[in-house]
């Protein structure tokens, strides 16, 4: 069973930057799309982000764009989720999750393997 590694989490101050990475841990995972979800406490999953499998094309939250990049790591055939000007309400645990799935990519419901989440947290 493929599973998917999460790294990167942890306290930041406002208006800092974060780096998340996730990779599968067999590198011969195939995938569509890996992407970037979080939760908040007493708060339904929401996407963040996410990038097709060669890199060419990503996605993003309205919340997050222009502050949040998502790029490949080719080596380990996983993403990483770089995350400035950080707000506290960036807050949540961040969710590493693959589809094979064309359309709705904004929805969890769609992604079929998770990560175990990375718990990044803003202060202000």
């Known amino acids: 069973q493929v599973q998917l590694v999460e790294s990167g989490g942890g306290l930041v101050q406002a208006g800092g930057p974060l780096r998340l990475s996730c990779a599968p841990s067999l590198r011969s995972f195939s995938y569509y799309v890996m992407g970037w979800f979080r939760q908040a406490p007493g708060k339904e999953r929401e996407f963040v982000a996410c990038m097709r499998w060669d890199g060419t094309k990503a996605w993003y939250t309205d919340s997050v764009q222009g502050r949040f990049t998502i790029s490949r790591d080719t080596a380990k055939n996983g993403v990483y989720l770089q995350m400035n000007s950080l707000k506290p309400e960036d807050t949540a645990v961040y969710f590493c999750?693959?589809?094979?799935?064309?359309?709705?990519?904004?929805?969890?419901?769609?992604?079929?393997?998770w990560g175990q989440g990375t718990q990044v947290t803003v202060s202000s």
């Open positions: 999750a693959t589809t094979k799935a064309y359309s709705n990519l904004n929805d969890p419901t769609a992604y079929d393997y």
